[in-house]
């Protein structure tokens, strides 16, 4: 077994080696039985495979599991308690499907739909050894580059999840030596070597698990030494996704299954440093300890966090408290008519004293006295309305003739065009409101433009244009089968 390879590339050696043609066979023959395998990632049954192998082997289930699959990277932000069910699976073969533990079900963040390579090894392992294999770090979500080379990783043929697997070794019927062209701005391809080194740290690491509240807690303590939460822990919402987007660029998120819509309330920031149990990728636990410059060591190795807590301050009142009601009750008889305003201004630091001290007393004998009056708006929101909704309007066509790479036209993308501040969302600018609403671009419009701009700049360049260059190029990612198909739409037009 070669380092890093994926069980089932050693099972496809094996399986080629041996001139097996059954599949059937030889699962019976390296399992002791016969199983169904759909997974590249998570196989199943590893106790029986070890038990299975000669008397003089030394590998052990755990060593497998550790070092051929892609447990430790899949887990790592998992408790204890649900990583041993993980693995226990793993080796038994029994329960549920590792997958839906995991949590790939409900998960917008979709692992590689084949099993990727990276050509310069593919080549080096041929000159090497005569043949190459899978690697696990090549495999991560997330991961575009080869960490050892610094080149765009490829799609072979190989499904990662298929029912009934026909093993296929990393050869040249399914890889090739090309090394595909980099579309990706410096920027983008330096945030992802950062989050792929932190990848393969999970990856060949054996760190210990912790709870899910003890890691929301520890960002909230990162947060809160960034300014970015309070004393006790609230957190600063709308400054940490201000700060996240201008960290990470819009693309890049877009790229990383991860984009953030800043208008929706709902969008996966805004509850991911929230206390709920269900899982996060360990892909966006990456870029959120991206954003926070924590280095992934400090997370496992640190033993006590503090997170939200309450901060209880206790005064001891230094007078008396009959006085100084006395006090208070004889202003209150002798301004009669006073606002509380006004009484506060007359008896300034008793009114303090009172308030905080006495507070429910306060309220029983203070008088509340109504002499404002009618407040009439100093703007006029009709004309107002007009200059925004003209504003928004040409925001738009702004966005729309940007030059580079084309962005979304959205409400949050209008405003921030515009330079607006929170006046520009005031529920009098109707028009304006309505128009914000309706503008907001469609998804496959805006995918047509980002390709149609991709091929235009491929077009300039040279070689040729493929669908798979304009995907990348665009910055979909390699994995969009339905962005895939849009393109080659356009491209046969």
């Known amino acids: 077994m070669y380092d890093d390879e994926l069980l089932y590339s050693v099972i496809a050696r094996y399986k080629q080696m041996c001139g097996m043609l059954s599949n059937q066979a030889m699962v019976k023959d390296i399992f002791g039985k016969l199983i169904i395998i759909k997974s590249t990632l998570f196989p199943k049954h590893l106790d029986a495979f070890v038990q299975n192998l000669p008397p003089t082997s030394k590998l052990t289930t755990k060593e497998i599991i550790m070092k051929h699959t892609m447990f430790p990277f899949y887990t790592s932000f998992l408790s204890e308690e649900k990583a041993q069910s993980i693995y226990e699976i793993m080796a038994e073969g029994k329960g549920r499907a590792v997958e839906s533990l995991i949590g790939f079900g409900g998960s917008k963040v979709k ?214 009601r006395n006090m208070w009750l004889k202003i209150i008889e002798e301004h009669k008519g006073a606002t509380r305003s006004e009484l506060k201004e007359i008896g300034k630091g008793l009114h303090t004293w009172i308030f905080r001290y006495d507070r429910e007393w306060y309220e029983k004998v203070t008088p509340r006295v109504k002499t404002r009056k009618p407040r009439t708006d100093p703007v006029d929101w009709e004309q107002k309305d007009e200059e925004c909704l003209m504003l928004a309007k040409e925001a738009v066509k702004a966005i729309l003739n940007k030059s580079g790479k084309p962005v979304r036209v959205t409400p949050w993308r209008i405003k921030l065009t515009i330079g607006a501040r929170r006046w520009f969302e005031n529920e009098k600018l109707v028009r304006t409101q309505q128009f914000l609403r309706e503008s907001k671009e469609d998804i496959s419009n805006y995918r047509v433009r980002k390709i149609r701009w991709a091929i235009d700049e491929l077009s300039k360049q040279d070689g040729s244009i493929t669908a798979y260059k304009v995907q990348l190029y665009a910055g979909f990612g390699g994995g969009e089968n339905e962005v895939r198909e849009l393109i080659e739409r356009i491209l046969g037009e």
């Open 111 to 324: 692992i590689p739909i084949y099993l990727r390579y990276c050509p310069i090894c593919f080549e080096n392992d041929i000159k090497k050894y005569g043949e190459s294999y899978f690697r696990r770090s090549h495999q991560i979500v997330g991961v575009l580059y080869c960490s050892k080379h610094e080149v765009l990783l490829k799609d072979s043929t190989v499904l990662s999840t298929e029912s009934g697997f026909d093993f296929k070794c990393a050869d040249a019927e399914v890889c090739d030596i090309a090394v595909l062209t980099d579309p990706f701005p410096t920027r983008i391809k330096e945030l992802n070597l950062q989050y792929t080194h932190n990848a393969e740290r999970l990856l060949k690491g054996d760190y210990p698990r912790k709870q899910l509240d003890f890691i929301i807690s520890f960002y909230i303590d990162k947060l809160r030494s960034k300014g970015l939460a309070s004393d006790n822990g609230n957190l600063y919402m709308n400054d940490v996704q201000e700060e996240f987007l201008s960290y990470f660029p819009d693309a890049y998120l877009e790229i990383m299954q991860s984009a953030i819509d800043p208008e929706n309330p709902t969008n996966w920031l805004r509850f991911f440093v929230r206390s709920n149990n269900k899982n996060r990728s360990p892909l966006r636990h990456l870029l959120f300890l991206q954003f926070l410059d924590v280095d992934i060591n400090e997370l496992f190795q640190t033993t006590t966090v503090v997170g939200k807590r309450k901060i209880v301050e206790e005064f001891t009142p230094l007078f008396d408290i009959n006085e100084r």
